[in-house]
Nanobody
């Protein structure tokens, strides 16, 4: 499985962006797909995930109510719609997948639980 992320860019505070992550492989619906982000000088942090085999979605408190994750199985793509962006959202955003299909909920927010990562896409929010 390979992941290809896109959609980053420069946006003013209050604006919106939609990130996309397209996967190869034929077991997309069985995968847990997640978005993480890493700002300069900070650790990689969980943003959002859609759990394997379901439409169950999960969010970091910092983005809840502003970001929406969704999955399009026909296109093997997961999206992250980001609204009401803030300068604190500035980071490189990475999509990740658990290709083993064995993710458990208690590990969902742990980056080490994911074995496949996209290349990252930069989101810059200006004030």
């Amino acid at each position: 499985v390979q992941l290809q992320a896109s959609g980053g860019g420069l946006v003013q505070a209050g604006g919106s962006l939609r990130l996309s992550c397209t996967t190869s492989g034929r077991t997309f619906s069985r995968l847990t797909m997640a978005w993480f982000r890493q700002a300069p000088g900070k650790e990689r942090e969980f943003v959002s995930a859609v759990f394997r085999g379901s439409s169950s979605t999960h969010y970091a408190d910092s983005v809840k109510g502003r970001f929406t994750i969704s999955r399009d199985t026909a296109k093997n793509t997961v999206y992250l719609q980001m609204n009401s962006l803030k300068p604190d959202d500035t980071a490189v955003y990475y999509c990740a997948s658990d290709t083993g299909g064995r993710m458990i909920l208690s590990s969902l927010r742990n980056p080490t639980a994911y074995d496949t990562w996209g290349q990252g896409t930069l989101v810059t929010v200006s004030s």
